[in-house]
T-cell receptor
Framework: DTAVSQTPKYLVTQMGNDKSIKCEQN?????MYWYKQDSKKFLKIMFS???????INETVPNRFSPKSPDKAHLNLHINSLELGDSAVYFC?????????????FGPGTRLTVL | AQKITQTQPGMFVQEKEAVTLDCTYD???????LFWYKQPSSGEMIFLIY??????QNATEGRYSLNFQKARKSANLVISASQLGDSAMYFC??????????????FGTGTRLTIIP
């Protein structure tokens, strides 16, 4: 029944490593997003994909590479992890357009870089 | 560019009282949407309520209502009869059109609400 799921929920890793976070939605939505929530709880969009096409790339370092194999999945790969990458990463999905068009969020992935 | 402002970093409210969380926004768009999300300590983001810029009536969803004052560009969330389970971070967000039918949400910095028994 999970609408938007993310794996893993927690990720602890060393600086310099490469890691991936996976996201899947079963809502039939066309658009998916990645957000970063920092230690002060500020939530900022990183990327959005519409039907596998990159729509938004909000000046994110190119160490971050999203990949959408199909419209139900949006994965986030991070190369050469840095201390400042420690945050909670949320995946979300929505219909492409519509008056209400609320975004449904996954449970988040807490990334800790040591 | 759009901006969302939540001026109350934290609020303490007695249980069963009503509470208003402030949100002001800045946009030059005519068509936009305003959302409120709740983030409890468990971390998930929960959609609460939506107000469209052309909606003439204030949105309501159960104990949540949105006090929408378009001329003042404010969209305050009102929670009636607060409960202990309402303790959480609350985020105001605005939908921004970015062209070709695509949109994004811009979030405010949030208000941490604590309900006191």
């Amino acid at each position: 029944d999970t609408a938007v799921s993310q794996t893993p929920k927690y990720l602890v890793t060393q600086m310099g490593n490469d890691k991936s976070i996976k996201c899947e939605q079963n809502l039939g939505h066309d658009t998916m997003y990645w957000y970063k929530q920092d230690s002060k709880k500020f939530l900022k969009i990183m990327f959005s994909y519409n039907n596998k096409e990159l729509i938004i790339n909000e000046t994110v370092p190119n160490r971050f590479s999203p990949k959408s194999p199909d419209k139900a999945h949006l994965n986030l790969h991070i190369n050469s992890l840095e201390l400042g990458d420690s945050a909670v990463y949320f995946c979300a999905s929505s219909r492409r357009t519509g008056l209400k068009n609320e975004q449904f969020f996954g449970p988040g992935t807490r990334l800790t870089v040591l | 560019a759009q901006k969302i402002t939540q001026t109350q970093p934290g609020m303490f409210v007695q249980e069963k009282e009503a509470v208003t969380l402030d949100c002001t926004y800045d946009t030059s768009d005519q068509s936009y949407g305003l959302f409120w999300y709740k983030q409890p300590s468990s971390g998930e983001m929960i959609f609460l309520i939506y107000q469209g810029s052309y909606d003439e009536q204030n949105a309501t969803e159960g104990r949540y209502s949105l006090n929408f004052q378009k001329a003042r560009k404010s969209a305050n969330l009102v929670i009636s009869a607060s409960q202990l389970g309402d303790s959480a971070m609350y985020f105001c967000a605005m939908r921004e059109a970015i062209g070709f039918g695509n949109e994004k949400l811009t979030f405010g910095t949030g208000t941490r609400l604590t309900i006191i028994p």
